[in-house]
Every structure is written in C-alpha cells, then in structure tokens.
C-alpha cells in the first residue's frame, strides 16, 4: 500500500471501530501525550456515539495539563476495540500492557521504523513531531477528523516540544504550515509555553550542581551522570533529571551530548542528544532507538555506561576527520 491507500485505510477503520483505544510510548513527552490527547479530541467531537479512551501506564507531570488518562477498560473490552499506537516505535515501548489484547492496532509514528508492528502503520519518519503527521492526517481528511480548539492546543505542545520550539532541522515549510493551522484556533501561547518551560525554583537552583558535573571526552562528547545519590539530594524526579540534557546543547565544538540518570533500581537512562551526527545507530547497540538526533537508551552498569560514552567519542573523532568546522 502506498502512503494515501495507508490513509485511506485507516480512516475507513477509525470510522468502523465503536470502540478505539489510543496509547503512547512510556515516559511520555509532549507528542507523545499531545498526540493522544489531541486525536481523542478530535474523534470524541466529531464522533460521540463512539467509546474512545486515552489509555497508558504511566504518566507525566509537565504535560497533566494538556488532559488527564482514561481508566484502563476490561480485558474484555479490548476484543473489538481499534487500539492506535501514537509516537511509538517499537511494540514493547507502548505504554499500555495491555494492547496486544486490541482487535486490531493501527501505529501512526515518526520515529525510525527499526521494528514495524500493527495492522496498519502510517509512518512517516522525516516529520519533526508524531503530532506534525496526525494534523497533517486530519487535514487531509476534514470531514472526518476536523480539528477542533482544545485538540489544537494538545498538538500544539507536541509540535513545539519535539521540534526544540521550530529549531531542529527536521523542522520544514510543512511543519510551520501545519503549525499555523493550529494557531488560527486561538491557542494561548503564553500559557503554554509557561507550562512546558518554567521550573520550580528548586530545580532551578539545582541546575549549577548538575553544571559542575558535566565532563567533556577527549573528541568532545559532553556527559553528565546523575546517581541516584546525587538525584534524591537535590530532590529531582527521573523525569526533572532526565531534563538536564538539555544543559549540554549549546557548546560550540560539542555536538554530541549524553546524560545518564540513574533510577531506584540501579539501570541507567540514557539520553543521547546531537547536532548534524546521527547517534540512532548507537542507541541501538545499547537496548535502545529512536531518532537520528535524539534517541535514548538503557545501561546496566557503570562499565556498560563507560562503553557506551567510549563509543560516542570515536563516533565523533571519525567524524571530525572529514569535517573541518565542527560546530
Ligand atoms: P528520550 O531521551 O528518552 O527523550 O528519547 C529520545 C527519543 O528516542 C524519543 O523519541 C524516544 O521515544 C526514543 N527512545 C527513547 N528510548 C528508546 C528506546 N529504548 N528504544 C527506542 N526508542 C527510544
């Protein structure tokens, strides 16, 4: 099928289902829940005669204002049901155990397609956002999904977040497009940006310890490790630690970056970030994926840790051999 039959075909099956299930992947972020929350909002104007639940596992803190999970149906529930899988990559990255019980699963996602899994699979990996694609989706099919203000605000966030606010590269004339769609439906941006982006102070004034922490390699990989230790003094959840990521992605002649976030019971997050180098493939050798430019992955020991910043830093002296200006 190419990419429209695959449209067409999906439309046909969310229109049949009575009862549709969406799920994202764990540890969610921005589009993972903006996906969910703004195709649910989408399908529940549009058809209220339907049951449609939005249903995961585990939740997060700095989305909850975007909309709050549905209770997990019977088992029983899920024989006739359509689960759709947003924003997830792989089968065991879905955050809802029990989605295998689904009649039929249609996956629409933009992460690299390691592992395909669904009935039907809509994935178009070049989008900077999984909400980028279902607004583009809806919008070829506004009889059908049309849009509506709250599930434009909920895209919104998944747009903005998974982009770096418009700033990637993945980041196109299409993605403003889309993105401007949803801005005609009167979305506070002040609002939202103040819910995605503003700290507690605490966490503010946590950021100079984790500061201090970050070590460069010698090719010029940054990383920065946080044991558990070092997370319960500074009060920081796995998902405020996991943040500090993004402390590293401003430093001329380092354009790969890691952090690595201890959790309670001892493996290790791994949050692998670039510029213009590809670390997927990386990601992959160590029980991980994702994107080109932002994967993640997991580690079970300090040595396996060790291994793995080693391997970014030849990554990035090969790198370096046939690139001069090296940003
Ligand atoms: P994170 O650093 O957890 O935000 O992950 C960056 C990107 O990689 C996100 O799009 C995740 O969905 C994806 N990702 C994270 N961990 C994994 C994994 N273990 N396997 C596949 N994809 C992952």
Not at 130 to 148: Q, Y
Not at 269 to 288: D, K, M, N, P
């Amino acid at each position: 099928m190419n990419n429209q039959e695959i449209r067409e075909a999906i439309r046909q099956r969310i229109k049949s289902y009575s009862r549709i299930i969406l799920s994202r992947h764990i540890r969610p972020d921005g589009d993972a829940v903006g996906s969910t929350m703004g195709l649910a909002a989408v399908l529940r104007a549009r058809y209220p005669e339907k049951e449609i639940y939005v249903v995961n596992d585990d939740t997060a803190d700095y989305t909850a204002f975007i909309g709050t999970e549905d209770t997990q149906p019977d088992d029983a529930a899920y024989a006739d049901a359509l689960l759709i899988a947003l924003d997830t990559g792989t089968f065991d990255r879905l955050s809802n155990s029990k989605a295998g019980l689904a009649k039929e699963i249609v996956k629409i996602d933009h992460h690299i397609d390691d592992k395909p899994y669904g009935d039907l699979s809509l994935v178009e990996d070049f989008r900077s956002s999984a909400c980028e694609l279902v607004v583009d989706f809806c919008l070829s099919f506004p009889e059908d999904f049309p849009l509506t203000a709250e599930a434009a605000a909920c895209y919104y966030v998944g747009m903005v977040t998974d982009s770096g606010r418009f700033r990637y590269s993945e980041t196109t004339g299409d993605t403003l497009r889309l993105a401007g769609a949803l801005l005609d439906f009167g979305i506070d941006t002040e609002r939202l940006f103040a819910h995605l982006y503003l700290d507690p102070y605490e966490e503010f004034r946590s950021r100079s310890a984790l500061l201090r922490k970050i070590k460069r390699s010698p090719a010029g990989v940054l990383s920065l490790t946080i044991p558990r230790s070092l997370r319960k003094k500074l009060g920081l959840t796995m998902e405020q630690a996991g943040a500090a990521v993004s402390l590293m992605d401003s430093v001329k002649g380092s354009p790969v970056w890691i952090a690595f976030i201890e959790a309670d019971d001892g493996t290790i997050r791994v949050r692998l970030r670039s510029r213009f180098i590809g670390v997927q493939e990386l990601a992959t050798r160590y029980h991980g994926g994702g994107h080109l430019c932002a994967s993640g992955a997991t580690v079970y020991s300090k040595k396996e840790a060790g291994a793995l910043l080693r391997e970014a830093d030849a990554l990035l002296s090969h790198y370096q051999l046939s690139h001069e200006d090296i940003l």
